[in-house]
């Protein structure tokens, strides 16, 4: 699987090139999957932000699902355990892109397990993986202990599918909680490598090669 992991999805150009080179045609002829299930389990979202996200309402210019594919369905992994494997699974593969919205991250990838979707990733080398927030971290190993919303006394370890972390929306504005120094702090309780990026900013993957795609600002920490 290939992944471009952004804090605010495809805000610019940089990103969008990105995105175009790991799809390996453009946009237009490629079919996309939305998956919303991360939001249900941030507190700070409701009924009307996950159909502002569906319908790409968020603003003027298109983040995920409004960026001009040839498809677009909604995926809702809540709702997989109660279909038979042999029905959603083709709709899985027989996409290109999954794009996979923010919230809360070990919500998400607590019905990525009991969806099945999780034991699918490996047989999808050639699927895109656009994650924006919370659907960037639960590729990563751990979240912290600051993007536990859900369940606060939990565990923070994630799909782990990467070897770095993420803190994502740096010094996003009206965000005190999301400083550079809130990031190093956060980083200190991570070991190994982790990323704190701005909304400007993603991370692909491709194979072993990791790569920061940025037209704002970002910061890496070794531990």
Not at 92 to 109: I, K, N, P
Request: charged share 20%; hydrophobic share 40%; net charge negative.
């Amino acid at each position: 699987m290939k992944l471009l992991l952004t804090s605010g999805g495809v805000t610019n150009a940089s990103i969008r090139d990105a995105l175009i080179g790991m799809l390996g045609k453009p946009i237009a002829d490629s079919n996309a999957l939305f998956i919303p299930t991360a939001q249900w389990g941030q507190p700070a979202c409701d009924p009307q932000s996950v159909w502002r996200s569906t319908a790409d309402r968020w603003g003027d210019d298109p983040g995920l699902v409004g960026l001009g594919w040839k498809s677009v369905g909604v995926l809702e992994l809540t709702a997989l355990p109660s279909l038979a494997e042999e029905r959603w699974m083709p709709w899985v593969r027989g996409t290109d892109v999954l794009l996979v919205d923010g919230g809360e991250a070990r919500y998400l990838y607590t019905w990525m397990q009991q969806s099945g979707l999780a034991a699918l990733l490996p047989e999808l080398p050639d699927t895109v993986w656009v994650g924006v927030s919370a659907g960037s971290m639960v590729m990563t190993p751990r979240v912290g202990e600051e993007f536990l919303d859900w369940q606060p006394d939990g565990p923070d370890e994630v799909l782990g599918v990467t070897d770095f972390s993420i803190f994502p929306h740096l010094d996003y504005p009206g965000w005190p909680s999301n400083t550079l120094d809130a990031a190093r702090r956060w980083s200190e309780r991570i070991p190994g490598r982790s990323y704190a990026i701005d909304d400007q900013t993603a991370i692909s993957v491709v194979g072993d090669r990791v790569e920061v795609i940025s037209e704002g600002h970002w910061e890496q920490f070794d531990h």
